[in-house]
T-cell receptor
Framework: DQQVKQNSPSLSVQEGRISILNCDYT??????FLWYKKYPAEGPTFLIS?????DKNEDGRFTVFLNKSAKHLSLHIVPSQPGDSAVYFC???????????FGQGTRLTINP | NAGVTQTPKFRVLKTGQSMTLLCAQD?????MYWYRQDPGMGLRLIHY???????AKGEVPDGYNVSRLKKQNFLLGLESAAPSQTSVYFC?????????FGQGTRLTVV
């Protein structure tokens, strides 16, 4: 029972353009959503999060949008930089439940 | 500032052998997790713990056991390794929603 889906295994974007990574979920109990970034041979690191009481959260070049009715969230990176090339995981959670599940990941490649 | 440390970083096992992966965190976090990462599958939760002395099953617990005897340590055991357990294993800890991950253990079962 896959509660979290990232339907794009990979994405290639030109440097300077916008990168948009998508995530869909099925469990309406999720109320806190995180994005993690992972470089090869390293563990994932936290990038940005959003609570279900908001529909947008911005941190520098990174913005996460949440559409609760569609059970969909997206991560926007603008402008994209070569150092953004990594695998991105979305991780919806239920606050207090402490069981963190991840999507399959999207491999983002930023081309110079 | 070590954060989350996994031991060992690499290991090759023969089918049927046993081993224990050690995870240690120095952030006094209550919650700890073990994940495996496989191509196209993302990070799948094996087992997790919400405090010292507690453990719970995740999405893919079969073939693994865990123990949390001390708050700072979370052990993942493979009693009889199988080739299907070839994977990269990540340990994580958290106190709130944000989790901190170790560098991973690459395990190959031949």
């Amino acid at each position: 029972d896959q509660q979290v889906k990232q339907n794009s295994p990979s994405l290639s974007v030109q440097e300077g353009r916008i990168s948009i990574l998508n995530c869909d979920y099925t469990n309406s109990m999720f109320d806190y959503f995180l994005w993690y970034k992972k470089y090869p041979a390293e563990g994932p690191t936290f990038l940005i999060s959003i609570s279900s009481i908001k529909d947008k959260n911005e941190d520098g070049r990174f913005t996460v949008f949440l559409n609760k009715s569609a059970k969909h969230l997206s991560l926007h990176i603008v402008p994209s930089q070569p150092g953004d090339s990594a695998v991105y995981f979305c991780a919806p959670s239920i606050q207090g439940a402490q069981k963190l599940v991840f999507g399959q990941g999207t491999r983002l490649t930023i081309n110079p | 500032n070590a954060g989350v440390t996994q031991t060992p970083k690499f290991r090759v096992l023969k089918t049927g052998q046993s081993m224990t992966l050690l995870c240690a965190q120095d952030m006094n976090h209550e919650y700890m997790y073990w994940y495996r990462q496989d191509p196209g599958m993302g990070l799948r939760l094996i087992h997790y713990s919400v405090g010292e002395g507690t453990t719970a099953k995740g999405e893919v617990p079969d073939g693994y056991n865990v123990s949390r005897l001390k708050k700072q340590n979370f052990l993942l055991g493979l009693e009889s390794a199988a080739p299907s357990q070839t994977s990269v294993y990540f340990c994580a800890s958290s106190q709130g929603a944000e989790a901190f991950f170790g560098q991973g253990t690459r395990l190959t079962v031949v």
